[in-house]
């Protein structure tokens, strides 16, 4: 089975500056890549699929890009709002991994 | 507007049985793939079952032969039976529906499997 492995699994950032998260997966999974943030005591939400489609009503801050094996996740300036745990997760076919996450804290 | 409603959850012996319901509203679970995820006390989102429109199933290896996903069309309803329970079972389960390729846009609010003697 494909392993998605994500890094850094924390963060912490100031508000304003550029955070960047990378999921790497152990084999090619082409563009089937979806990332999903999770704040405290809340349910996933999905904020880009195809590794790079922004989900309607996600703010354009978020950015996703990479194809094959190697994907980012990029806050172009966060916010307070944007504290959260954010994963990884490919689909391109059973099963359907997460990457293990990644919390991301204001300094 | 779309609505998933998890129901069945609670607390279970090790050994025993639950089963897992999510009810859907203004989403077809017939004409989409959906999934079961769960996560532990303060871990992250594991991947658990997807049933695709056309009824094929998948499981992790972690409960493969253990959990059962299956939907009832005529309730738009999907569920997950789960024998055999264990400790490490303990988690809140999510549904979650895929409108696309299998990115999970829908969610539950998640029921609480607790599995404890």
């Known amino acids: 089975d494909i392993q998605m492995t994500q890094s850094p699994s924390s963060l912490s950032a100031s508000v304003g500056d550029r955070v960047t998260i990378t999921c790497r997966a152990s084999?090619?999974?082409?563009?089937?890549l979806a990332w999903y943030q999770q704040k405290p005591g809340k349910v996933p939400k999905l904020l880009i699929y195809?590794?790079?489609t922004l989900q309607s009503g996600v703010p354009a801050r978020f950015r996703g890009s990479g194809s094959g094996t190697d994907f980012t996740l990029t806050i172009s300036s966060l916010q307070p709002e944007d504290v959260a745990t954010y994963y990884c997760?490919?689909?391109?076919?059973?099963?359907?991994?997460f990457g293990g996450g990644t919390k991301v804290e204001i300094k | 507007e779309v609505q998933l409603v998890e129901s069945g959850g609670g607390l279970i012996q090790p050994g025993g049985s639950l089963r897992l319901s999510c009810a859907a509203s203004?989403?077809?679970?017939?004409?989409?793939?959906m999934n079961w995820v769960r996560q532990a006390p303060g871990k992250g989102l594991e991947w658990v079952s997807v049933?695709?429109?056309?009824?094929?199933?998948s499981s992790a290896d972690s409960v493969k032969g253990r959990f059962t996903i299956s939907r009832d069309n005529s309730k738009n309803t999907l569920y997950l039976q789960m024998n055999s329970l264990r400790a490490e079972d303990t988690a809140v389960y999510y549904c979650?529906?895929?409108?696309?390729?299998?990115?999970?846009?829908?969610w539950g609010q998640g029921s609480l499997v607790t599995v404890s003697s």
């Open positions: 195809a590794a790079s």
């Open positions: 979650a529906g895929a409108v696309r390729g299998g990115d999970l846009l829908y």
């Open positions: 997760q490919k689909y391109d076919s059973a099963p359907l991994t």
């Open positions: 203004g989403f077809t679970v017939s004409s989409n793939s």
């Open positions: 049933i695709y429109s056309g009824g094929w199933t």
């Open positions: 084999r090619g999974i082409s563009n089937y």
